[in-house]
DNA sequence: TAGTTTGTAGAACGAACGTTCGATCGGGAA
DNA sequence: TTCCCGATCGAACGTTCGTTCTACAAACTA
């Protein structure tokens, strides 16, 4: 089974989920094409369990390391680095996770879409922790976090393994721009207080709280 | 014909390249199915087409910013500007371009790598000119510039034109990061000098000119 | 031993796919 | 009028798709 959805990883990366066939999952995996039904309902079931999968094993990664920092900067550059070496690790997995994002529907959709979010909210409580002890630069918290996102989530499509840095240096370097581009660096006073480094008018920040996508509509199945 | 693209890329961006049928295209557009096949040789002629117009229109959008803008600050502020400002108002082909970025083949995959490497290019001479001006962090410039790619190209996945920020103030938030967070901001000194902040072995810049991608190999067609 | 479960596989289904073909239509050229 | 040519279309072709059905072999249960 562990085979199966390893394969079908590959085959949706390599070909896209609506590109690929249950026979070339099949043929991949050695696995005959009858019996796959035996493991998933649909095909739409692999690319579920490859997702859900995904996610949840990236979150189970990042609760001891957040644990582990107590600095909101700290907690954010472990987020990154955790990040980036799953990413690494399992590149036909996050290629199917950041490229297939919208090919399900339905109960199964939800689901993903719940745990993506929980993954979202982990990181904006970190960096509004951020601002509650350092300055920080007059930004929208849900651009600044989805940018974040989008430099990780970039990655997949430029990395090459043998000649680009590993997570480490990767990581490294996305956090810093990251934080050194946030944060209110300019001069010394560095600063206790939760006091935003803009005037907010009352309740922008919580009108703003459902974040990172109001959940778009599926693709149209038909 | 400019009606037909307009609708494929609406149809590619709803389902995917591979999910949607040349039927939908028809119906989309209220061109008969056999009269597409006038106008393009094929269903990855039309993809084609619109991958090639949009790079086209945001390179020629690009030239006459960046004659305008002497310092490689301003410049890139520009270039992220005018990204944006493109992405807003075509999301359609501008997710067309970062989803379906693979599923070209042969000739015409060769030559929308091709404009897209110029792209790159030109943000990377803006990136090295920057360092040649101001004092930039010890970063691998390559890493830089993709990411700073990733968070103008993931914008796709979470903006709401409803509620979002527009190009405007997206542009400066993404600039901001990008320049704060790879600038070495924190004390007084600013250098003229070329010198970069780390010492870099001799060969090492030059070696990594082959940038973006050495094209990886095309999806696999069967 | 007999019966049930678990995993695998071949063959087939109807539907949808990309593409092609030949016919038709309208309007400028002779 | 006659001819022609760019533009459009319905119908069909052969292929491949996701999925189901049925059968079969080994392994465990009683």
Redesign the pocket.
């Known amino acids: 089974m562990l085979l199966i959805l390893r394969s079908a990883a590959r085959v949706f990366c390599a070909k896209g989920y609506e590109g690929?066939?249950?026979?070339?999952i099949s043929r991949a995996s050695g696995?005959?094409?009858?019996?796959l039904?035996?493991y998933c309902r649909?095909?739409?079931g692999l690319l579920f369990q490859i997702q859900m999968t995904a996610f949840t094993e990236i979150l189970a990664r990042l609760a001891p390391r957040l644990a582990g920092a107590d600095d909101p900067a700290q907690q954010l550059r472990a987020l990154v680095r955790n990040h980036l070496e799953y990413s690494l690790e399992h590149p036909d997995e996050m290629k199917v996770l950041a490229h297939e994002a919208d090919s399900l529907a339905g109960r199964e959709r939800k689901a993903v879409a719940e745990i993506k979010r929980r993954y979202y909210r982990k990181a904006m409580e970190i960096f509004e922790a951020l601002e509650a002890k350092k300055r920080v630069r007059p930004l929208d918290p849900r651009v600044a976090v989805l940018s974040l996102f989008g430099m990780m989530n970039w990655i997949h499509t430029w990395h090459r393994s043998g000649t680009d840095p590993g997570a480490e240096e990767l990581g490294r370097a996305i956090a810093t721009i990251f934080l050194d581009g946030v944060l209110e660096n300019r001069l010394a006073a560095r600063q206790t207080a939760a006091r935003p480094a803009r005037p907010v008018a009352a309740g922008e920040r919580a009108r703003r709280v459902p974040p990172m996508a109001a959940e778009a509509p599926a693709r149209a199945s038909s």
Request: glycine share 0%; hydrophobic share 35%.
């Open positions: 690929a066939s249950m026979r070339d696995v005959a094409l009858s019996s039904y035996y649909n095909k739409q």
